[in-house]
């Protein structure tokens, strides 16, 4: 007989972790665990400095993670991309992201967050109840 070596659920995590930041994966988006042979990523896959992933990237991402010998199945849900794990291979599609785009939009004009104040002029950054953080343009009253 063979020996059968196991692996700790925190090795697991470690390993598809150390994938995810070799490929430039932003981890303070995703989340990743494991249950048994199979691997689990949430979130929204952008690189650290935020850009979106080629499809070709996420190609070489996902192998990565599945030539692991650990790995059986793989069950993703991101908000930016339709990922389903059919046998070896894999059905990608990009989503839009509103999250994303909000971000694009925000650094395509420019926009600076500043306090609330009594000029009309800025551009005032508040929190809604589910954390996510929503831009209001306030356009000067003549």
């Not at 981890?27 to 979106?52: D, F, P, R, V, W």
């Not at 993670?65 to 070896?88: Q, R, Y």
Request: aromatic share 8%; net charge positive.
């Amino acid at each position: 007989m063979g020996i059968v070596k196991t692996i700790s659920r925190f090795e697991i995590n470690k390993r598809v972790r150390n994938i995810l930041v070799k490929h430039g994966v932003s981890m303070h988006l995703m989340q990743n665990s494991c249950a048994g042979h199979t691997i689990y990523l949430k979130g929204t896959l952008l690189k650290e400095n935020e850009a979106a992933f080629e499809l070709q990237a996420v190609e070489y991402l996902l192998s990565d993670i599945t030539a692991l010998s650990f790995v059986k199945h793989l069950v993703i849900d991101f908000t930016n991309w339709k990922i389903v794990h059919e046998g070896s291979s894999f059905a990608i599609e990009k989503k839009d992201d509103p999250l994303i785009k909000k971000k694009e939009l925000i650094k395509k004009h420019d926009f600076h967050a500043t306090k609330k104040s009594d000029e009309k002029d800025k551009t005032v950054a508040k929190e809604d109840q589910s954390t996510n953080i929503t831009f209001d343009i306030l356009k000067k009253n003549k």
